[in-house]
């Protein structure tokens, strides 16, 4: 029989290090870091909410009862007495002789008994599935004790249940909103795209010729030293002033691109404002777009002395 030779394992720190992949490295640096694993736990929690809001609803978030209007927060407890038993206090309410309207208040000396998944109102689990469970809702099952762990608004609709099914679409807006945005910029940059990166590719072929460089390498400066400390800030002078000048360009195909994927913005308030002869919103926005161009360029201008120290303005 062949001996196969023993698979070979590292031992320490530095051989797990040598052999695993970025990764596994990337793992291991956001394994030690306490605060991002508590942010992750944070997020996996909020997109749990997102995937059914419906369960961790008390209430239904669209059922108003203008009689229920303003009810007060029940403050949720934990403890009853020494025993460990959740409970909210009860709300009572009595109309007012005056303005017809009830008056609500929390009555401490009744106490409302909070279990987890309870019955309520129906809904369909991960847009599937028909249920009734809730995560947390009042033990009494006849549905004349409700829980209000945030109140009601004016036409007494539960606003702790609002703020979830709102957390759900702010969750699934935002990151729409974020690809748009990137989808929108790549629309608008990828035009200059070419153009800075041939830019930056010729200054850079000018400067690293420079006897400078050729100074800096016999000293025995690193290679990486050499490019994005003394070459790169020198090539990107050009390609700054130049970024300046496109951007009046960009704001002009703001315009093109808003109104091709029919998105609001200050293109097409320009547009909509030529179209109806609006001339005061034609006249504030093209002051508001000239000052953010003049502003601009002279952060620009100002980052000239960041950039190449031997720059100076007197």
């Given at each position: ?6 698979a ?6 530095e ?12 793992w291991w640096?956001f394994r030690k870091h306490?605060?991002?694993?508590l ?8 997109y ?12 239904d ?11 007060p ?20 309410g ?11 208040r929390v ?5 409302i ?6 019955t ?7 847009g ?10 009042a ?9 209000y ?7 007494g609709?539960d ?7 709102g ?10 909103a974020?690809?748009l ?20 590719r010729?200054?850079m ?23 994005y ?50 001339y005061p ?10 000052g953010v ?22």
């Open positions: 029989m062949t001996e196969h030779p023993p070979v394992t590292p031992q320490t720190a051989d797990r290090i040598s052999v695993a992949s970025n990764w596994q490295l990337v640096r306490r605060l991002a694993l942010s992750a736990l944070v997020l996996l929690a909020l749990a909410v997102v995937l059914c809001p419906d369960f961790f609803s008390t209430q978030p669209e059922a108003t009862d203008a009689r229920l209007a303003f009810i927060v029940q403050r949720l407890h934990f403890f009853d007495g020494t025993r460990l038993s959740p409970w909210v206090p009860a709300v009572v009595k109309r007012n002789p005056t303005t017809l309207r009830m008056e609500w009555d401490e000396s009744r106490k008994p909070v279990r987890f998944f309870v309520g109102y129906s809904y369909r689990l991960l599937v599935v028909p249920t009734r469970i809730h995560l947390v809702g033990a009494a099952a006849d549905g004349r004790d409700r829980l762990l945030l109140g009601t608004d004016r036409l609709r606003v702790f249940s609002r703020v979830i099914v957390a759900r679409d702010i969750l699934i807006v935002a990151p729409l974020t690809l945005g990137t989808v929108l910029g790549t629309a608008l940059g990828l035009i200059y795209l070419a153009l800075l990166s041939r830019m930056v010729s200054s072929l000018d400067v690293l010729y420079q006897p400078f460089i050729v100074a800096s390498r016999s000293k025995g400066l690193g290679e990486r030293a050499i490019v400390k003394h070459a790169l800030r020198n090539a990107l002078i050009p390609t700054i002033t130049i970024i300046g000048i496109s951007f009046a360009i960009l704001i002009g195909g703001a315009v093109v691109v808003e109104t091709i994927f029919n998105i609001p913005g200050v293109g097409r308030l320009i547009i909509s404002a030529v179209l109806r002869r609006d919103v034609i006249q504030g926005v093209v002051l508001c777009v000239a161009y003049m502003l601009v360029n002279l952060l620009i201008d100002l980052s000239y002395l960041l950039i190449d120290p031997r720059v100076r303005y007197r």
